[in-house]
């Protein structure tokens, strides 16, 4: 079922000094329960699409839909995950996963019981009492996924948020994210400027241009791949093949491909 629809969506910021056109003529759709990935080079729009979803922000022209209904009108639920965690130091890790709850005034028993099960399955189970101060950046990373999760989203939208990791612990947190997408059958928009986790991780992955931003081209990942956990689709032959053609439609205007060397 599609869940998701952007028609011909452009954006415009205004400022004294004129105005820029951040997106022009975006549409797409995306499925319940798909995971896609928006790549392209800085400025092109990327963060701007997720705002405008997010309803931080109206669109300036074209519809959102969301199964069907207008976004505006929808009680859409979302989780948005960024580069930072923006944990609040002063409260316990707890603490800091029940906040959405605790604004809405909707923690119960099954609540805690709930954040609990999601620490344990990030690997977090002894540290409810922890301050944030006291855990890594992927450990505070796993707990933003917690409390973007305890709040049941319908979608999810990641803003880069591995890039500010170790490669090692970045790997290890796309892995985890994957399976947890799936697990709980979550529609999912993954923002980043790495074409291999675009790959490792996404059903499909929409190629963007900038000034303005645009889609130009889609890319469906081979079920060969979205079978794999992120961690084995770099292994597969398949993985390469599709790199290599990313790779060369982000660098069309370069002229530079994987097999030629500009030095
Ligand atoms: N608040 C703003 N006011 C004015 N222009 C903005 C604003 N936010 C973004 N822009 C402009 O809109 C365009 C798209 O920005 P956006 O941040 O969405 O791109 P992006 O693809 O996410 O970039 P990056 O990959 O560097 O994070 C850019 O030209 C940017 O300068």
Not at 18 to 36: M, Q, R
Not at 174 to 198: F, Q, R
Request: with cysteine; charged share 25%; net charge neutral.
């Amino acid at each position: 079922m599609t869940f998701l629809t952007l028609d011909k969506v452009s954006h415009y910021y205004f400022s004294t000094s004129g105005y820029t056109k951040a997106l022009d003529d975006i549409s797409l759709s995306i499925e319940e329960g798909e995971f896609v990935s928006i790549i392209g080079p800085s400025g092109c729009g990327k963060s701007t699409i997720l705002s405008i979803i997010a309803r931080l922000m109206k669109q300036t022209e074209g519809e959102i839909t969301l199964k069907k209904e207008s976004l505006m009108n929808s009680p859409l639920n979302i989780g948005y995950m960024l580069q930072q965690d923006y944990l609040f130091p002063w409260k316990t890790i707890m603490a800091n996963i029940l906040l959405g709850p605790k604004v809405s005034n909707n923690i119960t028993e099954n609540t805690i019981s709930q954040a609990r099960k999601l620490l344990d399955e990030v690997n977090l189970k002894h540290t409810e009492h922890d301050y944030p101060s006291e855990l890594s950046g992927g450990m505070r990373q796993r707990v933003a996924l917690v409390r973007t999760l305890i709040k049941n989203p319908e979608i999810l939208l990641f803003d880069e948020p591995f890039s500010a990791l170790d490669y090692v612990t970045k790997l290890k947190l796309e892995n985890l994210v994957a399976k947890m997408m799936k697990t709980y059958n979550k529609t999912a928009i993954l923002v980043t400027h790495d074409l291999g986790e675009a790959i490792s991780m996404s059903d499909r992955i929409f190629l963007m241009d900038a000034t303005p931003g645009k889609i130009i081209k889609t890319f469906f990942v081979p079920k060969e791949l979205r079978e794999e956990e992120p961690f084995f689709v770099r292994r597969h032959p398949k993985y390469q093949a599709l790199f290599d053609e990313v790779w060369q439609h982000l660098n069309k205007e370069k002229g530079m491909t994987l097999h030629e060397r500009n030095d």
